[in-house]
């Protein structure tokens, strides 16, 4: 595979700004998605849960007295994840290695793993993290990122595909990727195919190139894939968000608390698809803790469904850099937006889960499984509007992109509607290239 690999980080001291941007033209590697910029100041720790806006403006507490995420476990695909941190303490579960470098799943290179393992299961003990998914669990499965090729194996190649197949024959039904590459490579996509035929909910972080080459990033571009972008406090997608048909759901992304490196001694205000993704797993996690006995094509049609979105925004298009709309779990669980549909049918690729009734190869014919709701029309009574459920009609795969102006699709978070303009987001990424 030759392809061009990018990775963005910039950290914070206390007193001083210490940018540190890693970004590569490679033929392998895996680029962090996440921590591209660190404010001049570190976080203290307990001051981190003043500084999680999004869980106010998702009502999560409201949407904690009814779902905590109990019960689901998601796999954490990163360099590593520090189990020992006050917010993880009881929160991770065994995992795998397969980054071929010295140490094991539990060693985080860069404190990157383990901000996203907070974000999605933090318990914000400690004054660390408070997750979304609180009563989630975390399985790390620790892979080859680029800084750690970089300085550890440099002849190595990336070992992404690896660590999906490994996640996949885990407990878990999420698999959280907040990495990725430039250009297709079959064993990744093989093995993300691999991951669909088993259930698994994917999601991965659409790059922070968008004022650079806004190239496409794998593996959020495989078809079973939920590519996510990041969203400011105002619903403005974040400059640096990537944006294009692979972005399907977007979740706040920008002034997220950041683990400042491999020391976790601070945090540091942060901001990237990374921890976007993050979120939108730790989603995931509690609209399918709510609902047990659902398929992941029913949570992921839900996610869809109860995306917010403008009130303008016309029924039956996507936005380039909002795709469906901004992660809301309380739409559905405390108002019961989105409708599951069927079962076997994927929400992102119209077509019937491998081994489902009615699949290619499957024993029974595709007539005798018709399904419940095409994922090519809204759900009835779907709505994205807050209050009394009525609104913009549902959001579904197979719809057309919006050939409006993206810039009109906002933000609705929990009960609260702002309607903003996208024309990007508000902070500023830089980036600097280097021969690999």
């Keep these: 595979m030759t392809a061009g690999m990018s990775r963005a980080k910039e950290r914070g001291a206390l007193h001083t700004l210490r940018r540190g941007l890693l970004c590569t033209l490679a033929a392998v590697g895996v680029g962090i998605l996440g921590i591209t910029s660190m404010a001049p100041a570190a976080v203290a720790a307990d001051g981190v849960r003043s500084k999680q806006w999004y869980l106010d403006a998702m009502n999560a507490t409201t949407v904690w007295e009814k779902t905590t995420g109990s019960g689901i476990s998601v796999a954490v695909i990163d360099g590593g994840v520090n189990p020992s941190t006050p917010a993880l303490k009881g929160q991770v579960l065994p995992g795998v290695d397969v980054s071929g470098i010295a140490g094991d799943e539990t060693d985080d290179y860069d404190g990157h793993g383990t901000t996203i393992a907070e974000l999605i299961a933090g318990t914000g003990k ?159 996690a509690l609209i399918w803790s709510a609902n047990p006995d659902w398929t992941a094509n029913q949570v992921l049609r839900v996610m869809f469904e109860s995306a917010g979105r403008s009130e303008d925004a016309k029924p039956g298009s996507l936005s380039s850099y909002l795709g469906h709309g901004i992660v809301r779990p309380g739409a559905h669980i405390n108002r019961g937006v989105g409708k599951p549909g069927d079962p076997n049918l994927s929400p ?18 595709s007539a005798s499984s018709e399904p419940s709701g095409s994922a090519s029309a809204p759900a009835s009574g779907a709505s994205n509007a807050p209050g009394d459920g009525e609104g913009d009609k549902a959001v579904t795969a197979g719809a057309s992109k919006s050939t409006e102006d993206d810039s009109q699709l906002g933000l609705i978070l929990g009960g609260a509607a702002v309607v903003v303009v996208l024309a990007g987001g508000a902070f500023f990424f830089l980036r600097k290239r280097r021969a690999a």
Aim: proline letters at 6%.
């Design 126 to 284: 400690g004054g660390g993290i408070q997750g979304l998914a609180p009563g989630a669990k975390i399985i790390p499965i620790r892979t080859l990122v680029e800084e750690m090729r970089e300085k550890e194996a440099p002849d190595r190649l990336h070992t992404v595909d690896k660590a999906i197949r490994a996640a996949v024959d885990s407990e878990a039904k999420i698999i959280n990727i907040s990495l990725g590459q430039e250009g297709w490579d079959n064993d990744t996509k093989d093995a993300v195919e691999y991951a669909a035929s088993k259930g698994k909910l994917m999601f991965a972080g659409v790059g922070n190139d968008a004022e650079d080459l806004n190239n496409v990033d794998y593996p959020a571009a495989y078809p079973d894939v939920v590519g996510v972008a990041a969203t400011d406090a105002a619903g403005k997608a974040g400059k640096f968000s990537e944006h294009g048909d692979e972005v399907h759901l977007a979740a706040p992304g920008v002034d997220i608390p950041t683990w400042c490196d491999e020391t976790f001694k601070q945090y540091c205000d942060g901001q990237g698809t990374s921890q976007a993704t993050a979120i939108a797993s730790a989603s995931a």
């Design 348 to 365: 992102l690729t119209n077509e019937r889960t491998p081994g489902s009734p009615g699949a290619p190869g499957s024993s029974e014919s």
